[in-house]
């Protein structure tokens, strides 16, 4: 329904005036229900959050205390008498209708607060005088007590005289609110009680700054906690200080109030004062002792604060007071870092003059001009530079004004700072010029511009990076393009001996590498392992940058620091289409590496079946050999790869291949119980009683490392179970010697000699 007043013959219009022949006749006319909402009123009382109460027909009647409909309305329309009613009737005030909701409800907290709000003083004569015992626990209990607030805010001084008539301490401490309460304070004495919040009688006092009754609680014999601290440890001094009661703080001060001391946020009275710009307050404070340096719970002083807000007028007052000017706060910012931080221009010209140490550093190493440039703020920079600030102090990271100013690619504090003498060449804690952070931010007018103004260009940061270097890390073509122009020397090397070529290649930057090599780039030149620009292009597999370094002649069986080309670490990475590419391009597939393995070597020992067919279907040598003379099929037996091992066998390796101690695949098998091996070996004809240069057989090999499944094997496939190396011993004397017992046993049981011993 509307909230508008309403109209003389609405239904609402004869419930608020109990209209109640009116109310009989409608009713016949239209159906109401009763306890839907009817009627939407202010709130005036604000008990709840919203502006409105929302009131059923009944509600209505006891609002407005319309008796006569009420009483329709409960015998005819059977209608509850709730909660909500005997509240409502307080406000209508009709004793009737109070009665009757009295007969089914109890006197609430809720009834109490529209007592109070309401001043209806006869109810509330009667439930102190009948029903106190509910009064005083609204007013008592910590859990509920906003009962005293309700009689504050309404200000409802009779519920104050007939509580005190009651029981009189039960006005304390939040009587002192109320200034008529001066002569009962005066002529009786109350305990030093304590509300909810741990206020006292002076902190109610202050807080309504009522002045005379502060005078006479603090000069009565009542001994009142002129410190007593409330849950925010807030004083009553504090209170007056921020409500700039000068009579009531030189009042505390005369009977002993604490001036230092602090709140739960570490502020003193001095401090409040400030922040509420009571000047004068703060004169009285340091009159009487106020430490003016005190620190709060964030390490600010008060001068801090004035400066960060700007207050010239109390900066200056603190200072004539004697406020320590390069004080510093938590993070080691003083006054200047504060006015800075905020371009508070007249603050910080203040500060200045009265001696502000400008090159004084916080806690990360930041001047007050290193602090304006972070915030862009060149009028502020200007100001610090026309009084003397250091332009090339380093902060904790090593970087000066220009390097702040060109991570801010702001242009025109960079002219200014070198105009006042900025070194351009200066290096932050990494090594790096401003020149590097231009070109790492891809700033071409500002990498232009340092340039123009003397900067370096290979000057190189403490890992050896150019900004060439960076310019290639980043991507950056149009800052690539100025340095080249400016004369970068392309082929300096970083601390890894890698060159911007090498960085663009590991990141596929094809544009770029087109620029660096038409520029003079030296395409095979390597990095301290010895990498070029294409190995490391292959190597992360960018092919688009490997194509493109192969188009301008790059070596493609160029060696790295171990003897590895590109196409052994596509092997031993198995990047088949790597690979093929790579062959596809010329690369010589039976190129070795410093321990003489080709790239069949390297798929043969990491079992890289498809990459092994790949090199097979091209013209590589099967049978080369590594430094140790092992061939790929010695390899692909050592590791027991069957799929490789008869890969390579299909394809005409030579398995009587002997390595440089004369042992062919069947002596490498014999380590271990791979039958499969041994059958796919006796399956191309191999001799089973081959010897290696110590005169061993496969069997002697066997009997040694106790694989009794291969000894088995190769005694019943025909080997020569008496058959002598070079010392004269038989494979028995080999597994009795290594106490390879049932090796032994096996060995006697299909007819082996004992051996003659020979030393």
């Known amino acids: ?113 529209y007592i109070v709000s309401s001043h209806n003083n006869e109810m509330l004569e009667y439930i102190i005088e009948y029903k106190y015992f509910v009064f005083e626990e609204w007013i008592q209990n910590i859990k509920t007590s906003d009962g005293f607030k309700y009689i504050i805010k309404y200000q409802n001084l009779k519920a104050v005289f007939l509580l005190f008539e009651k029981d009189k301490n039960s006005i304390v401490p939040w009587c002192a609110s109320f200034p008529q309460t001066i002569d009962i304070l005066r002529n009786n004495d109350f305990p030093d009680k304590t509300d ?7 902190h109610f006092a202050c807080k309504s700054q009522n002045s005379d009754i502060c005078i006479v609680l603090l ?51 001095l ?56 004080e510093k706060g938590e993070d080691g910012n003083t006054a200047l870092h504060y006015a800075a931080e905020n ?41 610090l530079l026309f009084y003397g600030a250091n332009i ?25 700072l070198l105009f006042y003498g900025a070194n351009i060449n200066e290096k932050d804690k990494d090594g790096k010029t401003a020149l590097c952070i231009a070109t790492k931010f891809n700033s071409n007018e500002m990498t232009e511009f340092l340039l123009s103004h003397g900067a370096n260009s290979n000057e190189s940061d403490k890992d050896g990076n150019t900004a060439h270097h960076i310019a290639a890390f980043y991507n950056n073509k149009e800052t690539m393009e100025v340095l080249l122009v400016y004369g970068a020397n392309i082929n300096e090397k970083n601390n890894h001996g890698n060159t911007a070529l090498h960085i663009a290649a590991l990141h596929n930057r094809k544009i770029l590498i087109q620029l660096l090599i038409t520029h ?48 052994r670490i596509a092997a031993f990475s198995d990047k088949k289409e790597t690979a093929k590419f790579l062959l596809s391009h010329g690369a010589n597939i039976n190129e070795k590496d410093n321990q003489g393995n080709t790239a069949l070597h390297i798929a043969a020992s990491h079992n890289r079946k498809e990459m092994a067919e790949l090199l097979l279907s091209h013209d590589v040598n099967l049978n080369e050999k590594d430094n140790y003379g092992r061939t790929a099929l010695h390899i692909s037996a050592d590791y027991c790869y069957k799929e490789i091992f008869e890969l390579l066998l299909s394809h005409g390796a030579n398995f009587n291949e002997k390595d440089n101690y004369g042992r062919t695949a069947l002596h490498i098998a014999a380590q271990y119980n791979k039958k499969e091996i041994f059958e796919l070996l006796l399956s191309h004809g191999v001799n089973l009683n081959e010897r290696d240069k110590e005169g061993n057989t496969a069997l002697h090999i066997a009997a040694q490392y106790n694989k009794i499944e291969t000894a088995e094997f190769l005694i019943e496939h025909g080997a020569n179970i008496n058959e002598k190396n070079n010392h004269g011993n038989t494979a028995l004397y080999i597994a009795e010697q290594y106490n390879n017992k049932e090796l032994a046993e096996l060995l006697l049981s299909h007819g082996a000699t004992i051996n003659d011993y020979i030393y």
């Open 219 to 269: 000069a009565s014999s009542n001994k009142f906690g002129v410190n007593c601290m409330d849950i925010k440890r807030m004083t009553p001094l504090h209170y007056a200080a921020k409500l700039n009661n000068k009579i009531i703080v030189e009042c505390l001060l005369s009977h002993g109030a604490d001036i230092n001391e602090k709140d739960y946020y570490g502020k003193t009275a």
């Open 392 to 416: 090339n102090e380093k902060d904790y990271y090593g970087k000066t004004a220009l390097n702040i100013a060109l991570e801010n690619n702001n242009k025109e504090i960079a002219e200014l």
């Open 1 to 113: 329904m509307s909230r508008q007043f309403p109209m003389k013959d609405s239904i609402e219009f004869i419930v608020m005036h109990d209209q109640i022949d009116k109310f009989k006749e409608y009713i016949t006319q239209k159906r109401i229900e009763p306890e839907l909402y009817f009627l939407e009123i202010p709130d005036m009382s604000r008990q709840f959050d919203c502006n409105s109460i929302k009131l059923s027909l009944i509600e209505a009647c006891v609002y407005f205390g319309s008796v006569n409909i009420f009483h329709f309305l409960l015998s005819n329309l059977t209608c509850q008498k709730t909660q909500n009613c005997l509240c409502y009737s307080i406000i209508g005030r009709n004793t009737d209708i109070i009665n009757e909701c009295l007969k089914d409800n109890e006197i609430s907290i809720d009834c109490l607060k």
């Open 520 to 567: 003079g780039g030296n395409i095979n030149e390597k990095d301290n392992d010895g990498k070029t620009a294409l190995y490391i292009a292959t190597e992360n597999n960018n092919k688009e940058a490997a194509e493109l370094l192969l188009s301008y002649g790059a070596n493609i069986n160029e060696k790295d620091n171990y003897g590895n080309t590109v196409l």
């Open 196 to 202: 909810y919040r741990n206020r006292n009688i002076i």
């Open 343 to 383: 371009n508070n221009k007249e603050t910080l010209i203040l500060l200045l003059s009265y001696g502000a140490n400008i090159n004084e550093k916080d806690y990360y190493g930041k001047t007050a001009l290193n602090i304006a440039l972070e915030n862009n703020n060149k009028e502020i920079a200007e100001l």
């Open 271 to 326: 401090n409040i004062a400030l922040e509420n710009n009571n000047k004068e307050i703060a004169e009285l404070l340091l009159f009487y002792g106020a430490n003016i340096n005190e620190k709060d719970k964030d390490g600010k002083t008060v001068l801090h604060y004035a400066a960060e807000n700007n207050n010239k007028e109390i900066t200056e007052f603190l200072l004539l007071y004697g406020a320590d000017i390069n």
